[in-house]
């Protein structure tokens, strides 16, 4: 599918919100609440993609699940969607400076700016300098003027956040800001679901130099 390719989603093209679980990952009620309305408004998002939501919290409270199941809906829908991590959005401008680089830094920088629903993905991660907030709040006060859907995920809270960005995010009318929590998961989530029984033969005595150890698939990257 075209519009599937153009997307960017990689291996968050799988997520749905048939696979999203209705009361999120994090243990406490609080949490609990928070995500169902973050779930009801990332689907009504989906059928209708207007103004911006955000979603906020820690890693691992399903930000990124959200996010990618809005732009695959969107997609069943016959939306054109553009999801991007905002760390690489970064990187990629950077490196379009190179001689050698294959990617025009004016057809990236406007294929952000101007997607018809842009999805940008852990804001908050990146490496804060000057050049980067600049052209962070390029994207953004351009999509705000243009009121163009847009859904950003954020790591953390927002008032961590550049201060002109935090005015375009928060703008009332235009923004709709879900929490996830505050909290981090339970720490057998944070190890992939191991049983208890397990993580106890895990010690360093039990360790063994020069074992054959093949790492399982790291998840964590599509359950922010």
């Known amino acids: 599918m075209v519009l599937l390719r153009y997307s960017n989603l990689g291996p968050l093209s799988r997520v749905s919100f048939d696979s999203t679980?209705?009361?999120?990952?994090?243990?406490?009620?609080?949490?609990?609440?928070?995500?169902?309305?973050?779930l009801e408004s990332a689907r009504k998002f989906a059928e209708d993609p207007q103004g911006w939501l955000v979603f906020t919290g820690p890693g691992g409270a399903?930000?990124?699940?959200?996010?990618?199941?809005?732009a695959n809906r969107c997609i069943e829908n016959g939306q054109t969607v553009f999801f991007m991590f905002v760390p690489d959005f970064l990187d990629h401008l950077r490196?379009?400076?190179?001689?050698?680089?294959t990617v025009s830094y004016d057809d990236l920088f406007q294929q952000v700016r101007n997607a018809p629903v842009l999805v940008l993905d852990d804001l908050g991660s990146h490496s804060s300098t000057p050049w980067a907030q600049e052209k962070l709040f390029q994207v953004f006060n351009h999509r705000f003027n243009a009121l163009l859907p847009t859904v950003i995920t954020v790591r953390g809270p927002l008032q961590l956040l550049d201060e002109g960005i935090r005015t375009r995010i928060e703008a009332e009318g235009t923004s709709i800001v879900r929490s996830l929590g505050r909290r981090r998961p339970e720490?057998?989530?944070?190890?992939?679901?191991?049983?208890?029984?397990?993580l106890k033969e895990m010690t360093f005595e039990k360790f063994k130099v020069g074992q054959d150890v093949r790492a399982t698939e790291h998840q964590r990257d599509t359950l922010k």
């Open 187 to 198: 720490p057998l989530q944070e190890v992939g679901g191991l049983q208890e029984d397990m």
């Open 95 to 101: 490196g379009a400076y190179s001689p050698e680089s």
């Open 21 to 38: 679980a209705p009361t999120g990952r994090l243990p406490d009620p609080d949490s609990r609440e928070l995500f169902r309305a973050a």
């Open 62 to 70: 399903g930000k990124t699940h959200l996010a990618a199941a809005i």
